[in-house]
C-alpha cells in the first residue's frame, strides 16, 4: 500500500483533535491532553506503525535542505505531498500543545514538535529505515505554525467572548508571553 491511501484517514483523524481542541481550549484542559494524546498516538500510527514498503533504504541524511530542494525540483507528485505533509501532520499537535501551555506558547509548541520529530526519525533509522533532518524541519515548521494559529484563534475568540469586536490596544503587550 501507498503512504496516500492512508493520508485521508490521518488527516481526518488530526483534524478532528484540533477541532476537539479549538472547542476545549479555555473550557476543559482534560479534553485538550486527550486531543494531544490522540494527536501523537496518530503520527506515530503513520510513521512508525504501518510499512509502507519499500522506502528506499535505510540511513540517515544530516543535510539539512537535502530532500526539500529535491522536492522543489521536482514539482509535483508525491515528493511534494510528503513535503506539505510533513508540515500539516505536525500542525494539530502545535497547535494543542499551545492551548495547553500557560505561557511561552509558540515556543512550548515548537519545542514539543521538535523533540517529538527527532523521537519518530530516532525510532525509524533505529528500524532500518531513513533519518532525515528535513522531516525534523518540516515537522519542526508545523508544530511552529499550529502554535501561531492556535494563539491567533485564542486572541480572536477570546476578544469575542469579553465583548469585543476587535482585539484590544494593549492585547500585543499582555499577549507577549504567548510567543
Not at 481550549?25 to 501523537?40: C, I
Not at 510499512?51 to 533504504?57: A, H, L, V
Amino acid at each position: 500500500m501507498n503512504v496516500l491511501d492512508y493520508a485521508p484517514l490521518g488527516a481526518a483523524l488530526l483534524g478532528a483533535a484540533m477541532v476537539v481542541g479549538a472547542v476545549a481550549q479555555g473550557r476543559s484542559r482534560l479534553m485538550l491532553w486527550l486531543a494531544l494524546l490522540a494527536s501523537v498516538w496518530v503520527l506515530l500510527w503513520l510513521t512508525l506503525g504501518i510499512s509502507f514498503g519499500d522506502g528506499g533504504g535505510t540511513g540517515l541524511n544530516l543535510t539539512p535542505f537535502q530532500e526539500i530542494r529535491r522536492a522543489l525540483d521536482n514539482r509535483g507528485g508525491a515528493t511534494s505531498i510528503n513535503l506539505v505533509g510533513n508540515v500539516i501532520m505536525f500542525v494539530p499537535v502545535g497547535a494543542l500543545v499551545a492551548w495547553i501551555s500557560r505561557r511561552g506558547r509558540v515556543l512550548a509548541a515548537t519545542s514539543v514538535g521538535l523533540l517529538l520529530s527527532v523521537a519518530i526519525e530516532a525510532t525509524q533509522l533505529s528500524l532500518g529505515r531513513v533519518g532525515d533532518i528535513d522531516d525534523v524541519i518540516l515537522n519542526t515548521a508545523g508544530a511552529f505554525l499550529g502554535g501561531l494559529i492556535a494563539v491567533a484563534w485564542t486572541a480572536i475568540v477570546g476578544g469575542r467572548r469579553a465583548g469585543y469586536d476587535e482585539p484590544r490596544a494593549s492585547s500585543s503587550v499582555g499577549r507577549a508571553a504567548d510567543f
